[in-house]
């Protein structure tokens, strides 16, 4: 899986360094795909991760086989 970050992300993953790409994937990987209520083209993931127990939640779109990540962030 190949991501692209959004400037946001870019910004906000200096704050959130214990959010990695592997983490992104797991949580994209073992979530159901849900719409988000603001953007149409957008899809959020929730799932919690196993290591921490923590529940992440991830933005993103789908760019043909890409994925652009607008944002991921801890729900707890």
């Known amino acids: 899986m190949k991501f692209i970050y959004s400037y946001h992300w870019k910004k906000q993953k200096r704050y959130r ?29 929730i799932a919690k991760i196993s290591p921490s ?14 994925i652009k990540i607008i944002t991921a962030y801890w729900l707890d």
Do not use: F, H, P, Q
Not at 26 to 39: F, P
Not at 53 to 66: A, I, M, N
């Open 17 to 45: 360094t214990e959010i990695t790409d592997d983490i992104i994937e797991m949580c994209i990987n073992d979530s159901i795909k849900l719409k988000d209520r603001i953007w149409n083209d957008a899809y959020n993931a």
């Open 53 to 66: 127990g923590r529940t992440l939640k991830v933005v993103y779109k789908e760019k043909g086989k890409d």
